[in-house]
């Protein structure tokens, strides 16, 4: 683009500083999953993966995983799913290597999981210290 002088002009576009750069998580999806099962060991694929924002056949994926690897066992009940959640298990990274996935479970354990089918936390206007969401401010 080129100004009225004929010098040519090169636009930046700064993202705002207050979005984030990337949509990263701290938990990767076979963690949020398997939190999702210690807290309902019947759940179905369907309600794993709307509480989690994955498709079924994500879900099903890590959850054989999670079972290939001992991390939880899937017993048949009827026509439902029965995990077990294999908690003296240790983390796979070698960084982790030495902490059993207990703590990891046990420190989620309380939080409530999602209730909107698209990641949102729906009636729950304000996280756990009472702040309001980025998008509930201007309201």
């Not at 705002?16 to 759940?43: C, G, K, N, Y």
């Not at 989620?108 to 089918?117: K, R």
Request: with cysteine; aromatic share 6%.
């Amino acid at each position: 683009m080129s100004d009225k002088t004929g010098i040519r002009v090169h636009t930046c576009f700064v993202a705002d500083e207050h979005e984030p750069r990337t949509s990263w998580t701290f938990l990767t999806q076979h963690a949020r999953v398997l939190l999702m099962i210690s807290r309902d060991p019947q759940a179905r694929v369907r309600d794993l993966a709307a509480a989690c924002g994955l498709t079924e056949r994500a879900v099903q994926a890590i959850i054989t995983d999670l079972e290939s690897a001992g991390y939880l066992t899937r017993t048949r009940h009827g026509r439902r799913n029965h995990y077990r959640i294999t908690r003296h298990m240790h983390f796979r990274h070698p960084a982790e290597a030495r902490h059993e996935i207990a703590g990891f479970l046990e420190l989620f354990a309380d939080l409530s999981p999602p209730t909107g089918t698209d990641g949102t936390h729906e009636g729950r206007p304000d996280d756990r210290h009472g702040h309001k969401h980025e998008r509930d401010r201007s309201s």
